[in-house]
C-alpha cells in the first residue's frame, strides 16, 4: 500500500497590534499614517513638528511644556504681544509703538527694561517745533519731520529744532517775491522790475544793495525816442523797443535813438 504523508502547513504569521489609544498620545499632538509606508507618526499642529515615535513625542511634550501651553500673558513686557508667524508657525514678539518686532521674549523683555526714548521713538505734539510735523515714511515706517512752508523734511527731530532756531529767511528785499519751482518744488526768487531770477536768498539781498540802475534797467518814458514803445519780450523778460510806424523793432534804447 502507498503511504499517506502528511505535509505540515507553516503557521500563519501572528502580527503584533501596534494600534495607540488616544489616551496614550499627548495633547496636541496627532497619530497620523506616511501614505507612502504606511508607518505611523506623530503630529503637533502648534509648531508642526512631526516625528516616527510616541515616546519622542512625550518627551517633546515633557521638555516644552511651557511652550506647548503658550507663554503666559504675564511673562510677555508691557507693550508688547505675542504673534505667530503664519508660514513658520514660530511665535516672536511685536511692539505697536514703534512697530519692533523680535523672535526672542528675552530681547524683548531686554528691549524694555530699556530707556522710554529708544524703544517707543515717539514724539509728543509739545517736542515738535512750531510748523513741522512728524511724519511715517511709509516703505521703511521710519519716523521723519516736514515743514510745509518751505517742504523741507528731516529724518532727526534735532535737525528740525536745530532749522527753527535758525533766523528766519522771511527777510525778502523789497521788490523781490518767493517762488516755487513747480518740477521740484525748490524756492527761488523773483524780481517784477527786470523779471530777474535767482535760486539764493543771499544773492537777491547782493542784487538789491547794488545801484538802483543796475537791477531795474528801468527806462523814464521821457528816454524814448517819440514813435517808439518800451515792451518785454514774453520768454527773456529782456526789453525791447518797438516803432509802430514801421514795425522796427530792436533791443537797445540806444538804437532806437539812432534809428
Given at each position: 500500500?502507498?503511504?499517506?504523508?502528511?505535509?505540515?502547513?507553516?503557521?500563519?504569521?501572528?502580527?503584533?497590534?501596534?494600534?495607540?489609544?488616544?489616551?496614550?498620545?499627548p495633547t496636541g499632538w496627532k497619530e497620523m499614517k506616511d501614505p507612502k509606508s504606511?508607518?505611523?507618526?506623530?503630529?503637533?499642529?502648534?509648531?508642526?513638528?512631526?516625528?516616527?515615535?510616541?515616546?519622542?513625542?512625550?518627551?517633546?511634550?515633557?521638555?516644552?511644556?511651557?511652550?506647548?501651553?503658550?507663554?503666559?500673558?504675564?511673562?510677555?513686557?508691557?507693550?508688547?504681544?505675542?504673534?505667530?508667524?503664519?508660514?513658520?508657525?514660530?511665535?516672536?514678539?511685536?511692539?505697536?509703538?514703534?512697530?519692533?518686532?523680535?523672535?526672542?521674549?528675552?530681547?524683548?523683555?531686554?528691549?524694555?527694561?530699556?530707556?522710554?526714548?529708544?524703544?517707543?521713538?515717539?514724539?509728543?505734539?509739545?517736542?515738535?517745533?512750531?510748523?513741522?510735523?512728524?511724519?511715517?515714511?511709509?516703505?521703511?515706517?521710519?519716523?521723519?519731520?516736514?515743514?510745509?512752508?518751505?517742504?523741507?523734511?528731516?529724518?532727526?527731530?534735532?535737525?528740525?529744532?536745530?532749522?527753527?532756531?535758525?533766523?528766519?529767511?522771511?527777510?525778502?528785499?523789497?521788490?523781490?517775491?518767493?517762488?516755487?519751482?513747480?518740477?521740484?518744488?525748490?524756492?527761488?526768487?523773483y524780481r517784477a522790475s527786470d523779471k530777474k531770477t535767482v535760486w539764493s536768498l543771499?544773492?537777491?539781498?547782493?542784487?538789491?544793495?547794488?545801484?538802483?540802475?543796475?537791477?531795474?534797467?528801468?527806462?523814464?518814458?521821457?528816454?524814448?525816442?517819440?514813435?517808439?514803445?518800451?515792451?518785454?519780450?514774453?520768454?527773456?523778460?529782456?526789453?525791447?523797443?518797438?516803432?509802430?510806424?514801421?514795425?522796427?523793432?530792436?533791443?537797445?534804447?540806444?538804437?532806437?535813438?539812432?534809428?
Amino acid at each position: 500500500p502507498t503511504p499517506t504523508v502528511s505535509t505540515p502547513q507553516p503557521a500563519s504569521p501572528v502580527t503584533t497590534a501596534t494600534t495607540t489609544t488616544s489616551g496614550d498620545i499627548p495633547t496636541g499632538w496627532k497619530e497620523m499614517k506616511d501614505p507612502k509606508s504606511g508607518r505611523a507618526y506623530y503630529y503637533r499642529a502648534s509648531d508642526k513638528k512631526t516625528v516616527w515615535s510616541l515616546d519622542d513625542a512625550k518627551k517633546l511634550s515633557t521638555e516644552n511644556a511651557a511652550a506647548a501651553a503658550v507663554i503666559s500673558a504675564g511673562d510677555v513686557p508691557a507693550g508688547w504681544k505675542e504673534m505667530k508667524d503664519p508660514k513658520t508657525g514660530r511665535a516672536y514678539y511685536y511692539r505697536a509703538s514703534d512697530k519692533k518686532t523680535v523672535w526672542s521674549l528675552e530681547e524683548a523683555k531686554k528691549l524694555s527694561t530699556e530707556s522710554p526714548a529708544t524703544p517707543t521713538q515717539s514724539t509728543t505734539a509739545t517736542e515738535i517745533p512750531t510748523g513741522w510735523k512728524e511724519m511715517k515714511d511709509p516703505k521703511s515706517g521710519r519716523a521723519y519731520y516736514y515743514r510745509a512752508s518751505d517742504k523741507k523734511t528731516v529724518w532727526s527731530l534735532d535737525d528740525a529744532k536745530k532749522l527753527s532756531a535758525e533766523p528766519a529767511t522771511t527777510e525778502i528785499p523789497a521788490g523781490w517775491r518767493e517762488m516755487k519751482d513747480p518740477k521740484t518744488g525748490r524756492a527761488y526768487y523773483y524780481r517784477a522790475s527786470d523779471k530777474k531770477t535767482v535760486w539764493s536768498l543771499e544773492e537777491a539781498k547782493k542784487l538789491s544793495t547794488e545801484s538802483p540802475a543796475t537791477p531795474t534797467q528801468s527806462t523814464t518814458a521821457t528816454e524814448i525816442p517819440t514813435g517808439w514803445k518800451e515792451m518785454q519780450d514774453p520768454k527773456p523778460g529782456r526789453a525791447y523797443y518797438y516803432r509802430a510806424s514801421d514795425k522796427k523793432t530792436v533791443w537797445s534804447l540806444d538804437d532806437a535813438k539812432k534809428l
